[in-house]
């Protein structure tokens, strides 16, 4: 595969996990939990804690997403092995 296809599947599951997870984070718990994980996200009250609490979501997507593709990646290289064989 292209390296440029890469770089766009890589950036289109990015975007799609970001989108996604921090959504529902925020529609699932009750405000007394988002209220202690802000407060637990925040560096100690350096930042605004709902801006902590999303930059802290954003990076766990990403890393959601980058443990995704190398999953998906490893699932379809052995069916594509078991295939040719």
Known sequence: MKKSRKVMI???V?????LI????????????????LSDFTSLGGMLNHLLSLLIFLILVSII????????MGKIYRA???SKNK
């Open 79 to 81: 069916i594509s092995w």
């Open 21 to 36: 997870i921090p959504d529902v984070v925020v529609r699932m718990i009750t405000p007394e939990q988002l209220a202690r």
């Open 10 to 12: 890589y950036a289109l």
């Open 64 to 71: 959601l997403a980058a443990i995704a593709i190398s999953v």
């Open 14 to 18: 990015v975007i799609i996990f970001i």
